[in-house]
């Protein structure tokens, strides 16, 4: 048992006015003023600090340990583990209780940190992300020969073509104990096969996938940019859209309108194509793409603010020493949005895309014990996010305490 006194409560929605939280084993147990049990000998006092739930990217990719996205599909399993096993650790001492994989995230890594053979945030995971044959997830170049007619299936991706094909890779990754489903919708930035704009998978692959994933209680989240992809994800039933680069006003309505379809836009990615541009290794025409996204997103954004779409917030990074910058997502989302409402898509919002709705995200009674404290208020400092580990004073995650530094 766990009584943390004295904070300032944000719970993923709003200050409350309760200050002390009991957590026993990995549940808040109890809010209110002033909380005492004569069974607790793990008092913390947080010293008028500031207390939320802990964060979520709900955009993350454990299993891509640079942007060179051809080598890390083929890359050794061990080799990729390793490097997920560091940036998992890194990013919970971020403040990072949760992530959600967007692609080749898989079952080891979940049954790692489980065992507690690794550290790291709870990890949702779709396991390879599929593609069509030519899709933004195809990890050939085209410049290569295929001399093996057979479909192509990495680390990271698989393409399937065609409803049989997209109904039994699902299956598969199900069997293997995917949270969700990851499928790309329009082409994108960093590899060269598809345009951006290209649309990705006939409606009926598309619909075989949102029905499938329904049948195990799960959802799709598909990556698309493009305006008239984030339209057909409304009308297929996809429930999460990835990046969302170029909706338009009128797309945002209709998303709005749709209840249980969300927008996850992905900042970090396009800063960091843009600024490091061909030091990642990137080629010309990624750095092209880059640029056109760049100039719209934040607009897309505001889209979606204006229009009510709900916003969860990922930072997209591949890569433990560009994965130091995921928390500046946050930063470069507030100039689009109140900080109370970045927090909220970070928190509250996030959890509900993965359904976990009052189960994460949240400081409530019933909750799962996720909490983090800082050493400075980011609804009125957002900026403490260029340097979490400076403000972070307490990290617990499933009721554990993974850092200190308060007493
Ligand atoms: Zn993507
Ligand atoms: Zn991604």
């Known amino acids: 048992m766990i009584i943390i006194q004295n904070a300032k409560i944000f719970n993923g929605i709003n200050l409350i006015s309760g200050q002390s939280i009991l957590i026993e084993n990995n549940i808040i147990k109890e809010i209110g003023k002033n909380i005492k049990s004569q069974y607790c000998k793990n008092y913390i006092d947080a010293k008028k600090n500031f ?97 093996c007619g057979c479909a192509y299936s990495g680390n990271i991706t698989k393409v399937v073509d065609g409803v049989d094909e997209v109904r039994k890779a699902i299956r598969e990754e199900f069997r293997k104990g995917a949270k969700h489903i990851k499928i790309f919708l329009s082409g994108g930035v960093s590899t060269n096969l598809a345009p951006l704009e290209m649309p990705h998978f006939s409606d009926e692959e598309i619909l075989t996938a949102v029905q499938e994933a329904q049948r195990r209680n799960s959802y799709v989240m598909a990556h698309c940019h493009t305006d008239e992809g984030a339209v057909r994800c409304v009308n297929l039933g996809i429930r999460s859209i990835e990046h969302g680069s170029l909706i338009s006003l009128k797309t945002a309505k209709l998303i709005s309108q749709k209840k249980n379809t969300y927008v996850v836009p992905t900042l970090s990615a ?138």
């Open 270 to 407: 396009g800063q960091l194509i843009e600024s490091m541009g061909t030091k990642l290794g990137l080629g010309a025409s990624s750095l092209e793409k880059v640029k056109e996204v760049n100039l719209k997103r934040n607009k897309a954004i505001e889209n979606c603010v204006k229009a009510g779409v709900k916003l969860g917030l990922g930072s997209d990074l591949h890569g433990r020493q560009y994965l130091i910058n995921q928390s500046k997502e946050l930063i470069l989302r507030s100039r689009m949005q109140k900080n109370v409402d970045v927090l909220r898509s970070a928190t509250s919002i996030n959890a509900e895309i993965m359904q976990m709705k009052n189960k994460l995200g949240v400081i409530k009674v019933g909750a799962l014990a996720d909490i983090i404290l800082w050493n400075d208020n980011p609804i009125k400092n957002i900026n403490i996010f260029n340097n979490p580990k400076k403000h972070l004073l307490l990290i617990i995650k499933d009721g554990k305490i993974n850092l200190n530094k308060i007493n």
């Open 51 to 147: 207390l939320m739930p802990g964060l979520i990217d709900a955009h993350f990719h454990a299993n891509t340990p640079s942007y060179d996205f051809y080598g890390s599909d083929r890359y050794p399993k061990s080799y990729i583990a390793l490097h997920a096993s560091n940036i998992l650790n890194d990013t919970l001492l971020r403040g990072f209780t949760t992530v959600r994989d967007a692609g080749g995230g898989d079952q080891g890594l979940h049954m790692s940190l489980e065992e507690g053979v690794i550290n790291g945030p709870r990890f949702f995971y779709p396991g390879k992300a599929l593609t069509q044959t030519g899709g933004h997830g195809d990890m050939r170049k085209k410049e290569y020969i295929e001399h």
